[in-house]
């Protein structure tokens, strides 16, 4: 599913929380438990993960949902 936010903003915010978290893209896949090419899609913003998952990757992340998908988030 293409995410809802078309600008990548919310891309941009994982891939920063990710470096941050001083994960790499397949150490995010393995700890929440998707491919490597299902990071590269979120981060793209080619792929709007559910709600569940959305809560993974914020938990593994550090970081609240709002944080990384809110309308609000900078």
């Known amino acids: 599913m293409r995410a809802a936010d078309a600008d990548g903003r919310a891309g941009h915010r994982i891939r920063a ?5 001083g994960l790499t893209q397949q150490g995010l896949a393995t700890a929440v438990q998707v491919s490597r090419q299902t990071v590269i899609a979120m981060e793209r913003g080619d792929y709007a993960p559910s709600v569940y998952l959305a809560l993974k990757v914020a938990g593994a992340l550090g970081v609240t949902v709002e944080a990384l998908w809110g309308e609000s988030a900078s």
Do not use: H, N, P, Y
């Not at 929380?17 to 978290?21: L, W, Y």
């Open 17 to 21: 929380a990710r470096t941050t978290a």
